[in-house]
């Protein structure tokens, strides 16, 4: 049995809650770490969201935090099936301006499949000339990881060139939970498989988002420098086989 999904109407986003919300984490102080850029421009237009940040905000101590700076969160979770196949497609258009050349995470735009229930992540970032396939587990704040004898922490990052620069190219990752297999395509191409996966995906929260990747230094953050990242998403379009 296969059943279709779509993750858009990009036209309700200032409603947030009903299809999308600002993404971000609660933190141990009661707060709420939200990402949103103050001076981001959102147009909606042909189906398309269309997200230009010039980036402002940082986090000095937590690297998850620092790195997401605008993201929107699916307000529905998708379950994966227990023994068959889901993925997930869409097209992506990432531009920068002030990044630094070939350094992709210096400032991306990217979708993020994340399950809160594991802190596990399969990711796509897409730069100015370069884009990553994403494999991940993470401490996401307030997230319990299961123990693992094993590694429990890890985020291996794949990078390629292979795509149409400043244009739209369109994205598919695929998960299997019953072969414990993730496969990463581009343009209908794979990229990308990964067997055993050590943890079991649960369900999904995808999340859209303009991000950069630079670690933290004793000092503090040193993610913003003045770039500009420009991020343009058709709707998701979800497939399940069971």
Same mark, same amino acid.
């Given at each position: 049995m296969e059943t279709l999904k779509t993750f858009g109407d990009f036209h309700?986003?200032?409603?947030?809650?009903?299809?999308?919300?600002?993404?971000?984490?609660?933190?141990?102080?009661?707060?709420?770490w939200s990402?949103?850029?103050?001076?981001?421009?959102?147009?909606?237009?042909?189906?398309?969201l269309y997200v230009r940040a010039p980036l402002s905000r940082s986090h000095d101590k937590v690297q998850i935090l620092d790195n997401a700076k605008h993201m929107y969160y699916s307000v529905e979770q998708v379950e994966v099936p227990e023994a068959g196949e889901i993925?997930?497609?869409?097209?992506i258009r990432a531009r920068s301006q002030n990044t630094a050349p070939g350094d992709l995470y210096d400032g991306y735009v990217s979708l993020n499949l994340l399950d809160f229930?594991?802190?596990a992540a399969l990711d796509f970032f897409a730069g100015n000339d370069k884009y990553a396939s994403v494999y991940a587990v993470l401490p996401f704040p307030g997230v319990q990881v299961p123990p693992s004898d094993k590694t429990r922490y890890f985020c291996i990052f794949k990078e390629d060139t292979n795509f149409k620069p400043r244009e739209f190219n369109t994205y598919r990752i695929t998960y299997h939970r019953g072969e414990d297999e993730v496969v990463f395509y581009v343009n =209908?191409?794979?990229?990308?498989?990964?067997?055993? &996966?050590?943890?079991?995906?649960?369900?999904?929260?995808?999340?859209?988002?303009?991000?950069?990747?630079?670690?933290?230094?004793?000092? =503090?953050?040193?993610?913003?420098?003045?770039?500009? &990242?420009?991020g343009e998403w058709s709707p998701v379009t979800v497939t399940i086989k069971e």
């Amino acid at each position: 049995m296969e059943t279709l999904k779509t993750f858009g109407d990009f036209h309700t986003i200032l409603s947030e809650g009903e299809v999308w919300k600002i993404g971000g984490f609660p933190l141990q102080d009661g707060t709420f770490w939200s990402y949103r850029e103050p001076d981001a421009v959102v147009i909606v237009r042909n189906g398309i969201l269309y997200v230009r940040a010039p980036l402002s905000r940082s986090h000095d101590k937590v690297q998850i935090l620092d790195n997401a700076k605008h993201m929107y969160y699916s307000v529905e979770q998708v379950e994966v099936p227990e023994a068959g196949e889901i993925s997930f497609e869409l097209q992506i258009r990432a531009r920068s301006q002030n990044t630094a050349p070939g350094d992709l995470y210096d400032g991306y735009v990217s979708l993020n499949l994340l399950d809160f229930s594991t802190g596990a992540a399969l990711d796509f970032f897409a730069g100015n000339d370069k884009y990553a396939s994403v494999y991940a587990v993470l401490p996401f704040p307030g997230v319990q990881v299961p123990p693992s004898d094993k590694t429990r922490y890890f985020c291996i990052f794949k990078e390629d060139t292979n795509f149409k620069p400043r244009e739209f190219n369109t994205y598919r990752i695929t998960y299997h939970r019953g072969e414990d297999e993730v496969v990463f395509y581009v343009n =209908g191409e794979e990229v990308r498989r990964e067997k055993g &996966v050590p943890i079991k995906f649960n369900r999904f929260t995808i999340a859209l988002g303009i991000m950069t990747e630079k670690d933290l230094t004793p000092a =503090g953050s040193v993610s913003v420098h003045g770039q500009t &990242v420009i991020g343009e998403w058709s709707p998701v379009t979800v497939t399940i086989k069971e």
